[in-house]
DNA sequence: TGTCAACATAGACATATGTCGAACTCTCAG
DNA sequence: CTGAGAGTTCGACATATGTCTATGTTGACA
């Protein structure tokens, strides 16, 4: 990776709130900090990944649930899981011998009031929306 | 104008809309319609041209407006540009000598609407967003 | 204690991506 | 018709990415 940050700020601040990419041109550290949640979820594996902890039970869900569903090996698995940790998209949480991962729902309404404001341009009232209303 | 890529059935329908992350775990060959555009999106450089077309006067702006903003060739601000084009989130209009992309709002709903459900996972009523509800 | 099962990490490999300079295509002014 | 400017395409290159196999680590259990 070419990200030279000693400690991802995603974690703790997935993504700074309330900065539609309409409105004003982006800056380029803000996308920069961005992009790589996206980059992210721009692979197929971990767009079904995602999709699949999110759908189920209790919202989270261990690797040997996640495996199985997919014509790749356990470390490539392993890896997908990694780069949606480390994007903050999802949490970990070991119990026992499982590994137990969490969508982080600020991390996702993050991603999308990036797109609220722009994806109902003629619409207007997204401003309202209260998934972006709770992140800022 | 007809674009050329009989492969990429996103430029009529960006994007299926109506299946958010969460609900039901996503298909394949779903998630293989979807990734390219979150991909295209995950690179800094694009995600600053979309919101310098999307925050331009009249939502659009011609290559000779964008280029000088990065400090990069011409030739890769056309690159990128092209990606986001192929992506269906652009649209190229050529006006004499200059070329002018758009956004595609409805590209930015759908990618939206992806995260509508699973950025609101308390907070439920993100059914009734307006920008959601007008690309179903 | 030893063994097994669940994940993670390391190293290697082929392919994809971002970037550049050079060359090409259009369009307009003269 | 010719020249110049705006963009695109092409070919090359270094780096990033996705995948694998092999190995390491950790916790449960006999």
């Known amino acids: 990776m070419s990200n030279s940050q000693t400690s991802l700020p995603l974690v703790p601040a997935p993504l700074a709130c309330c900065s539609p990419l309409s ?5 380029q550290g803000r996308a920069e900090q961005v992009a790589p949640v996206l980059k992210a979820l721009g692979d197929p594996v971990r767009l079904r990944l995602m999709s699949m902890v999110l759908s189920h039970e209790g919202g989270e869900a261990c690797v040997c649930d996640l495996t199985p569903a997919f014509d790749l090996s356990q470390p ?3 890896h997908h ?3 949606l940790h480390d994007a903050g998209l999802l949490g970990r949480d070991k119990r ?3 590994v137990y991962y969490q969508a982080r729902p600020e991390a996702m309404a ?12 003629s619409a207007s009232s997204a401003v309202a929306d209260p998934a972006v209303g709770a992140c800022c």
Chains 1, 2 share one sequence.
């Open 81 to 83: 899981l990694k780069v």
């Open 23 to 27: 409105g004003e041109p982006m800056s």
């Open 110 to 121: 993050a991603v999308m009031s990036l797109f609220a404001a722009a994806g109902s341009a």
């Open 76 to 78: 490539t698995i392993s």
């Open 96 to 98: 026992g011998v499982w």
